[in-house]
């Protein structure tokens, strides 16, 4: 009997003695591995960080080693900028103006790397970067992209993590595990995409959207639009405590070769620059505003007199007599060359293959492919 009380007695110390080191060290539990992305915290002296790009006011930006991707390529009219922090010498602001009509996302990516810059021994990436616009970052959703092939195409690789609301002090580190990508067309996901290639990575961005990674397209119930503000300092490949050091993850180039011009691409230039659409879709935006007839008829007009109003009004109605102009004989040159092409390119191009299916199906009597019909 005695033994058994001293047992128990020993047994009852262990654990006393055990829950107050735990209490007085504070010990954390870990976190699940989908919950890495999502937790915005300085890493641990142990991790391994290989910055790829270390951005300051000293950082070169001629050529600029990121490019935009804003709504304005699907209709929208959000806009943003990514370049040295007015306020900060220590990293690049990432601001712009959200408008879910239309679209509905800003962001950014590198531009092409000559050579792919490889992953292998890293487990994901990390961003040092903070939310300074407002205290409601959870109001967005923030993917990191990341491109494992050398196309340009719709299809690349994107995780959900969370920015943290700091505005002053050491910018936090948020990490994003390789595992945590998935491939996707726009926010929708791609079942049947490859493995993720470690060895081949061509291209690193982030997106700050209203739209959620999900099967189907699903937006962010209380998603907040208007201006927002990040600030970044740093980006690269980290790898966990318990991991082998990895080789330093080289900078990537990017190719310096002057783009070839040709005069169709100058046309295609004028008709489909930025510029252009931003201002067709603002003027579909107020031509259909609530209780107005919708398209390009009356309410075009109406915007068109809205705009004439506010530049007159804050410009004289001088400048608003010549940007009127410039603007109508620009577009009158768009509308052209447009019709032009219509009717000299696209119209042949497509009667052409219709000639050519039409003669494949009655004369020699092929089967055509289901993609052709």
């Given at each position: 009997m005695?033994?058994?009380?001293?047992?128990?007695?020993?047994?009852?110390?262990?654990?006393?003695?055990?829950s107050?080191?735990?209490?007085?060290?504070?010990?954390?539990?870990?976190?699940?591995?989908?919950?890495?992305?999502?937790?915005?915290s300085?890493?641990?002296?142990?991790?391994?960080?290989?910055?790829?790009?270390?951005?300051?006011?000293?950082?070169?930006?001629?050529?600029?080693?990121?490019?935009?991707?804003?709504?304005?390529?699907m209709?929208?009219v959000?806009?943003?900028?990514?370049?040295?922090?007015?306020?900060?010498?220590?990293?690049?602001?990432?601001r712009?103006?959200?408008?879910?009509?239309?679209?509905?996302?800003?962001?950014?990516?590198?531009?092409?790397?000559?050579?792919?810059?490889?992953?292998?021994?890293?487990?994901g990436?990390?961003?040092?970067?903070?939310?300074?616009s407002?205290?409601?970052?959870?109001?967005?959703t923030?993917?990191?992209?990341?491109?494992?092939d050398?196309?340009?195409?719709?299809?690349?690789r994107?995780?959900?993590?969370?920015?943290?609301?700091?505005?002053?002090?050491?910018?936090?580190?948020?990490?994003?595990?390789?595992?945590?990508?998935?491939?996707?067309?726009g926010?929708?996901?791609?079942?049947?995409?490859p493995?993720f290639?470690?060895?081949?990575?061509?291209?690193?961005?982030?997106?700050?959207?209203?739209?959620?990674?999900?099967?189907?397209?699903?937006?962010?119930?209380?998603f907040?639009?208007?201006?927002f503000s990040?600030?970044?300092?740093?980006?690269?490949?980290?790898?966990?405590?318990?991991?082998?050091?990895?080789?330093?993850?080289?900078?990537?180039?990017?190719?310096?070769?002057?783009?070839?011009?040709?005069?169709l691409?100058?046309i295609?230039?004028?008709?489909?620059?930025?510029?252009?659409?931003r201002?067709?879709?603002?003027?579909?935006?107020?031509?259909?505003?609530?209780g107005?007839?919708?398209?390009?008829?009356?309410?075009?007009?109406?915007?068109?007199?809205?705009?004439y109003?506010?530049?007159?009004?804050?410009y004289?109605?001088?400048?608003?007599?010549?940007?009127?102009?410039?603007r109508?004989?620009?577009?009158?040159?768009?509308f052209?060359?447009?019709?032009?092409?219509?009717?000299?390119?696209?119209?042949?191009?497509?009667a052409?293959?219709?000639?050519?299916?039409?003669?494949?199906?009655k004369?020699?009597?092929?089967?055509?492919?289901?993609?052709?019909?």
């Open positions: 005695r033994k058994v009380l001293l047992l128990i007695t020993l047994m009852a110390t262990t654990w006393y003695h055990a107050s080191y735990l209490r007085t060290n504070h010990i954390p539990h870990r976190l699940p591995l989908a919950m890495h992305a999502t937790a915005a300085s890493s641990s002296s142990s991790t391994q960080l290989s910055p790829i790009f270390q951005l300051s006011s000293s950082s070169p930006t001629d050529p600029s080693p990121f490019e935009r991707i804003d709504d304005v390529i209709g929208g959000s806009s943003s900028t990514f370049g040295p922090s007015k306020s900060s010498k220590d990293c690049w602001t990432f712009g103006v959200l408008r879910n009509t239309g679209g509905g996302f800003c962001g950014f990516r590198t531009a092409a790397f000559s050579q792919p810059l490889s992953a292998v021994g890293y487990d990436v990390y961003l040092k970067a903070r939310f300074t407002d205290d409601e970052p959870s109001r967005r923030y993917k990191l992209t990341v491109r494992d050398k196309s340009r195409g719709e299809y690349v994107q995780a959900m993590f969370s920015v943290p609301c700091k505005p002053e002090g050491e910018i936090p580190t948020i990490r994003v595990p390789f595992e945590d990508l998935v491939a996707v067309r926010p929708v996901k791609n079942p049947n995409a493995a290639n470690k060895t081949s990575v061509f291209q690193l961005g982030m997106v700050i959207s209203k739209f959620k990674i999900a099967q189907s397209t699903e937006t962010l119930e209380d907040r639009d208007g201006p990040l600030d970044v300092s740093e980006i690269g490949f980290y790898t966990d405590a318990n991991a082998p050091p990895a080789e330093p993850v080289a900078r990537p180039s990017v190719s310096s070769e002057p783009k070839k011009s040709s005069p691409a100058a295609f230039k004028l008709i489909f620059s930025e510029k252009s659409r201002r067709r879709a603002a003027l579909l935006v107020l031509s259909d505003r609530p107005r007839k919708k398209g390009l008829g009356r309410g075009w007009l109406r915007a068109v007199r809205l705009c109003k506010s530049r007159a009004s804050s004289g109605m001088l400048s608003a007599v010549a940007t009127f102009a410039s109508f004989a620009a577009d009158a040159a768009k052209a060359a447009g019709k032009a092409l219509k009717y000299a390119l696209f119209y042949p191009i497509f052409a293959f219709r000639a050519v299916k039409f003669f494949r199906v004369v020699l009597k092929q089967t055509v492919a289901p993609e052709m019909r």
